[in-house]
């Protein structure tokens, strides 16, 4: 059976990174995907121009319809942007409870702007991560969802893994992927942890500036294939091989003169 996946989002214009990506990411790996869009953004491969908030009650709006009519397999939630439509969305997540709950803590752009209201910092971290069944935090969005300092080596990463993971809801399986390409080095290393576990992935680093919504396109694609795999480490790896090659791959697009999308269609097109 197909999977209906759900993103709960921002736009971008450019279509790189938020609800754009979300759609062809999920599409790309045999899934239908459905959106919400909780934010909207004048944005490019450039940067941010500007962001304009959706109504909270419409957030909810949106959800409940939706929920109402399709069956939902996973959720992928990214850029919230506001604490009312943070707050919304968690008591929503909370009464639909889907199996699968992929949430990427989108905070600053690659850009360097700030995506998140600081203020829905907390109710990101208390409302909505123990409901998670992954998140998808890079380091300096571990660092502030733990109220420490960005994390420098690999050791320290596991550390922050562990932490990260008490944050989350001990009476499910949940998972942890910190992604590690914030450090230094000719390899990328991702941790995948579930409490128990402590899975490394690496890969090695690929020279490009074709780096704009890789994590919204990781999430997106761990929504897609959980449920299309009975091991979460499973569903895990394929979704990084999937982002590696779209990295890769990128440089077949022409799409604007900054930081460029990756290719979401690398396995579809010819």
């Not at 490019?44 to 959706?54: A, E, H, L, N």
């Not at 991560?129 to 300096?140: D, E, G, H, K, V």
Request: glycine fraction near 8%; charge should be negative; charged fraction near 15%.
């Amino acid at each position: 059976m197909i999977p209906n996946t759900l993103t709960i989002a921002g736009v971008d214009p450019s279509g790189g990174a938020g609800i754009l990506a979300d759609v062809k990411t999920m599409s790309a790996l045999g899934a239908y995907a459905n959106a919400v869009v909780a934010a909207l953004t004048a944005q490019s491969t450039q940067g941010v121009t500007g962001i304009s908030p959706v109504p909270a009650e419409f957030v909810k709006l949106q959800i409940d319809t939706l929920f109402a009519d399709v069956r939902i397999d996973a959720v992928k939630i990214g850029m919230l942007g506001q604490e009312a439509v943070t707050e919304v969305v968690a008591n929503r997540m909370a009464h639909f409870a889907p199996q699968h709950l992929v949430l990427d803590p989108v905070m600053i752009a690659k850009s360097g702007d700030h995506l998140l209201e600081r203020s829905a910092v907390s109710a990101l971290r208390e409302a909505l991560l123990p409901q998670a069944t992954m998140i998808t935090p890079n380091l300096p969005e571990a660092g502030v969802l733990l109220d420490a300092r960005p994390v420098e080596t690999v050791k320290e990463m596991r550390q922050a893994a562990e932490r990260l993971r008490r944050l989350m809801n001990d009476s499910k399986h949940c998972w942890v992927f910190l992604k590690g390409g914030h450090l230094p080095g000719s390899e990328c290393i991702d941790l995948l942890h579930d409490g128990d576990r402590m899975i490394e992935m690496p890969a090695p680093r690929i020279a490009t500036k074709n780096t704009h919504g890789t994590g919204c396109t990781l999430s997106a694609a761990l929504a897609a294939l959980l449920p299309q795999h009975s091991a979460v480490p499973d569903a895990a790896l394929a979704a990084k091989n999937y982002l590696y090659t779209a990295i890769a791959r990128s440089g077949e697009l022409s799409v604007g003169s900054g930081h460029g999308p990756v290719h979401h269609f690398h396995n579809v097109w010819k």
